[in-house]
């Protein structure tokens, strides 16, 4: 299995981003066209049809001293903004490059990720031939780099025209968060590089969430790296900046060879509990059973409580159980969890996420399959008081 020393790099380089390596389709991918998004079915989430994206996302309260109680998740009635999401890796499909249709896979990954965002926003979730999961096993069968840029490239060119397809048909001014994780953020990043940065949606913009994927700025800058005028969001009233972060175990250490890509460069570390920096409360939304976006990779969960009684609803949330800091040294900068039961807690503060490969966790790939679990909550926050902050600027403009 690659780990994320390899994936980040290759999947830059693939798309443009920062880098130059790659993966892909058959050349016949060359001249394959972009989905058509006026098909509903190409679409994962699209408000209005039948791809609504409302699973149940009640979420268990479980407090150290171990009362509880049932939080039930709606969304919001009329959302001030839209969320444009895309989902990262995970397609089961045989070949190098996704099939077009929704599967579970798809469907998974916006639930554990994503539907917790219409709290407050309409969510858009385009479909897009992605670089497969499949393809990461390392008995897949090699590629030549004409087949892996082309795959780059289709899947690239369908997300660009899923968003474009959004902005000509249902955006009308509103105020936009872009969302992606792991692959996903790179198609983000590719997004915020060629269709907003320095164009008027730019105004729009209320923040991008790219964690699982690289956001580089020269040492000691906030902007000219990844982005030219995009920098990192340090405040909950910051808008038109970027979220992103790589979550790890604070209490695990990384391999020795895991250095910065790029000299004179940093990697972005922003921490959705603490965005001026120091320790957070993290405000989690995790999978009760252990789901993650990616089953086949990801460890047996254990007992949430001590006494091992069962919890009753899909989700679990543990106040003050967990905190985040974003922790820079010579192998970049990872967001830090680590786990802090209060005296006599009734919580045994276990969870999964660790990419799990023969039974153990890969080292350098962190708990990249809950990045968006750890922090939803937060997230959430976050996000309406920057709503809230572009909407006020907005109306002051004359």
């Avoid at 390596?21 to 394959?32: D, E, M, R, T």
């Avoid at 989905?35 to 049809?49: E, I, K, Q």
């Avoid at 087949?147 to 060119?157: H, I, L, S, T, W």
């Avoid at 509990?273 to 990616?294: C, R």
Wanted: hydrophobic letters at 40%; aromatic letters at 8%.
């Amino acid at each position: 299995m690659l780990s994320i020393k390899h994936i980040i790099p290759a999947l830059a380089a693939t798309l443009g981003v920062c880098g130059s390596p790659s993966y892909a389709q058959p050349p016949v991918a060359l001249a394959s066209p972009p989905l058509n998004y006026d098909d509903a079915s190409h679409w994962v989430c699209l408000p209005g049809s039948s791809a609504k994206c409302r699973d149940d996302l009640t979420a268990t309260v479980l407090r150290a001293d171990g009362a509880s109680r049932l939080e039930t998740f709606r969304p919001a009635t009329a959302p001030d903004a839209d969320c444009f999401y895309v989902y990262p890796t995970v397609s089961l499909s045989p070949g190098l490059s996704a099939a077009p249709f929704v599967t579970p896979a798809e469907h998974r990954a916006v639930r554990q990720q994503a539907e917790r965002f219409t709290a407050l926003c309409r969510l858009f979730a385009p479909i897009y031939r992605q670089i497969t999961a499949t393809s990461m096993k390392p008995d897949f069968p090699p590629q030549t780099e004409q087949a892996k840029q082309a795959a780059g490239r289709m899947a690239e060119d369908d997300v660009f025209a899923a968003w474009d397809y959004y902005m000509a048909h249902y955006n009308g001014g509103r105020p936009i968060i872009l969302i992606g994780h792991s692959q996903g953020a790179f198609m983000v990043i590719g997004l915020l590089q060629r269709r907003i940065e320095g164009r008027p949606v730019q105004r729009q913009l209320v923040s991008a969430i790219v964690p699982g994927a690289g956001v580089m700025v020269p040492k000691g800058e906030q902007v000219g790296g990844t982005f030219k005028t995009i920098p990192p969001c340090r405040s909950q009233t910051q808008t038109g900046c970027v979220i992103a972060f790589n979550t790890i175990r604070a209490d695990r250490a990384l391999p020795a060879e895991m250095k910065e890509r790029i000299s004179g460069q940093q990697t972005v570390c922003t921490n959705p509990a603490a965005l001026g920096g120091g320790v957070g409360v993290l405000k989690p939304y995790l999978s009760t059973s252990g789901e993650t976006i990616i089953p086949s990779l990801t460890g047996e969960q254990g007992a949430w409580r001590r006494d091992h009684r069962a919890i009753p609803s899909p989700f679990v949330t543990e106040p003050g159980l967990y905190y985040a800091q974003c922790r820079a040294d010579a192998h970049g900068a990872f967001l830090a969890v680590s786990t802090r039961p209060q005296p006599m807690d009734a919580r045994t503060g276990s969870f999964v996420g660790d990419w799990m490969v023969g039974g153990v966790p890969e080292p350098t790939m962190g708990l990249h399959l809950v990045d968006l679990n750890l922090t939803s909550g937060n997230l959430v926050d976050v996000l309406r008081h920057q709503v809230a902050s572009l909407r006020a600027k907005t109306a002051a403009i004359p």
